[in-house]
């Protein structure tokens, strides 16, 4: 298991500070939040690398799983039940499973902004670095 770079360890305790729920992975830090999404913060050559999660998922792979889900839970309701009550509460469930994924789109945006805000408003990033 490799330790933290110590720009990590300095956005760590700047996000433990202001509330944030930080957890140490090895080599990147996973900041969480609400509806079983986060955000996880790497760091090498300079670089603060951020990539949204949906559970276990990247952002796009948990839209694909929620998506493909709905549609095919649709699709065998419909299959086997015809037009009925069960196929409407199905299609209303699957749409708010991706009003839900909608939530956790605009939730990941704003927690992306912050801490790109936070890693380039510190002492964290040398001049010439980037921050992406």
């Given at each position: 298991?490799?330790?933290?770079?110590?720009?990590?360890?300095?956005?760590?305790?700047?996000?433990?500070?202001?509330?944030?729920?930080?957890?140490?992975?090895?080599d990147h830090l996973c900041v969480r939040l609400p509806l079983f999404a986060s955000v996880r913060v790497h760091h090498s050559e300079g670089?603060?690398?951020?990539?949204?999660?949906?559970?276990?998922?990247?952002?796009?792979?948990?839209?694909?799983?929620?998506?493909?889900a709905a549609a095919i839970a649709l699709g065998g309701v419909a299959i086997a039940a015809g037009l009925s009550a069960l196929t409407l509460v199905v299609g209303f469930l699957g749409v708010v499973a991706l009003a839900h994924d909608a939530c956790r789109f605009v939730i990941t945006e704003g927690a992306l902004t912050r801490l790109q805000q936070l890693a380039t408003s510190s002492k964290l990033l040398s001049p010439g670095a980037q921050s992406r």
């Open positions: 298991m490799q330790s933290l770079d110590p720009a990590l360890l300095e956005l760590n305790g700047e996000l433990d500070r202001l509330g944030y729920k930080v957890v140490p992975h090895g670089r603060f690398r951020f990539s949204p999660q949906f559970g276990p998922f990247g952002r796009t792979g948990g839209l694909l799983l929620t998506s493909g």
